[in-house]
């Protein structure tokens, strides 16, 4: 059980900084010139944003512990890619499909998710264990 609530805290806070890194730097200057979007940022709800983050870890590790027979790094990173690119599609160009936003970010969100999932994947596998040298 430690491991599963370490694996959540790291794969929360892996995400949490990739995110910071994806939107606060890599797409700034894209919703800036999208403001009618977006939450001004007085209004942005962040202790939403931050629970949804941690519920999405906490989700994407138990999917993980609780089905998977086989674990490990090699496995985990397999979950997070398929993860990433089911998650990443719906998030990048679902968005892009019904919102205004410029190319890029649709691609920089699809690509994030991605990248955020199969590192995610990588740190479950890693924490969670499986593979054990013969």
Do not use: Q
């Not at 929360?12 to 910071?20: G, H, I, K, R, Y």
């Not at 936003?101 to 994030?112: N, Q, R, S």
């Not at 999932?117 to 040298?133: D, S």
């Amino acid at each position: 059980m430690r491991r599963v609530i370490l694996a959540v805290v790291v794969v929360f806070l892996a995400w949490s900084l990739m995110d910071f890194v994806i939107h606060g730097v890599i797409l700034a200057s894209s919703y800036a010139s999208t403001p009618a979007l977006w939450r001004p940022m007085s209004e942005m709800k962040m202790t939403v944003m931050y629970l949804s983050v941690l519920i999405a870890a906490l989700c994407f590790v138990l999917v993980y512990v609780l089905f998977f027979a086989r674990k490990g790094v090699s496995i985990g990173l397999r979950y997070g890619v398929l993860f990433g690119v089911g998650a990443g599609v719906s998030m990048g160009y679902g968005s892009y499909s019904v919102m205004p936003i410029p190319y890029h970010m649709a691609l920089t969100w699809f690509m994030g998710t991605l990248i955020e999932a199969a590192v995610g994947g990588v740190i479950l596998g890693a924490i969670v264990g499986g593979e054990r040298a013969a």
